[in-house]
């Protein structure tokens, strides 16, 4: 038996996932996530070591997901919201740990792959998925491949600027990158939940609810934050025409995007049809760990 381990390296929680030849999952364990470095490394080795001893298996392919990206000029992880993976070699040091090759890519990215090969995203040539939470993140999907691009920041649509924005959007709120206006800023959770309760305020569980009883602020809050998610998707599509887009993260659970984000982005497509499939991810919070066991599913 060939084994596929996958690992979501998280904030904090990290999930494992182990598949055979088949893609049937064999295995999956959850585990808190270090807050530093080396327990982070010993933790990751220990998952690995430890799902192989329970399957009789030795030699799976390691793929892990990381809220992050490896530079491709340093080699060194960059951008990750977990600090202490940054300026690290998190690949090098997990593979002489392991002794065989390891492959990372960003979480939004194996995302993407998951829900494009046996999620919402099935059967279609082109996919983008998008993440919508703590941050925002995106992958694209083309014919089965990951495209990360030359700088490895293919779908990070996150840190590109509001598009179409009114005078009253100018120039933005400030974004973790440095930037003004980013889409992360106006469209995660702690945007969504600043928006309805005030600055301050990041947990915008129970929006949803708050709206349907009768909370003006949670109702126009949700209005904007639609609208927003309409105009960034809609340039995304002007870009690449996806068939499908995949929404995942903890705000895809928002039922309303379904119906009002694609009638939204009508308007803002370049074209005389507007036809965008907008769905939410099949796997859940597990796109992400399926997806890095299919980071060696390709050379």
């Not at 999930?15 to 996530?33: K, P, Q, S, Y």
């Not at 992050?68 to 940054?86: F, K």
């Not at 939204?264 to 919070?285: I, N, Q, S």
């Amino acid at each position: 038996m060939t084994l596929r381990i996958g690992i979501d390296l998280g904030g904090t929680k990290t999930e494992i996932v182990a598949l055979d030849d088949a893609g049937a999952v064999r295995l999956r364990r959850r585990a808190a996530t270090p807050g530093d470095y080396d327990g982070i490394l010993r933790l990751l080795a220990e998952l690995v070591s430890g799902a192989e001893a329970a399957l009789g298996a030795q030699g799976a392919t390691v793929g892990v997901g990381i809220p992050g990206s490896l530079s491709p000029a340093t080699g060194l992880v960059r951008n990750a919201n977990t600090q202490c993976l940054n300026g690290r070699a998190l690949d090098r040091d997990l593979e002489t740990r392991l002794g065989r090759p390891v492959r990372l890519s960003n979480d939004a990215n194996c995302l993407a792959l998951s829900e494009a090969a046996d999620g919402a995203g099935a059967g279609h040539g082109v996919v983008f998925a998008v993440i919508l939470g703590t941050g925002v993140g995106g992958g694209v999907v083309v014919e089965g491949r990951l495209i990360e691009g030359r700088n490895r920041v293919g779908g990070e649509w996150g840190h590109n600027p509001l598009p179409w924005a009114r005078p009253e959007e100018h120039p933005g709120p400030r974004c973790w990158c440095g930037q003004r206006g980013c889409l992360e800023a106006w469209l995660c959770g702690p945007a969504l939940a600043a928006d309805w309760k005030g600055a301050g305020h990041r947990d915008a569980g129970g929006i949803a609810e708050a709206a349907a009883a009768g909370d003006e602020a949670a109702k126009a809050a949700l209005d904007r934050h639609a609208d927003r998610l309409a105009r960034a998707l809609a340039a995304v599509t002007n870009l690449i025409d996806p068939d499908a887009i995949v929404l995942g993260g903890g705000l895809s659970n928002l039922d309303h995007l379904y119906d009002e984000v694609p009638r939204r982005m009508a308007p803002y497509v370049f074209g005389d049809v507007a036809a965008v499939r907008l769905v939410r991810a099949r796997h859940g919070d597990s796109s992400g760990v399926f997806g890095a066991a299919r980071l060696w599913d390709r050379p």
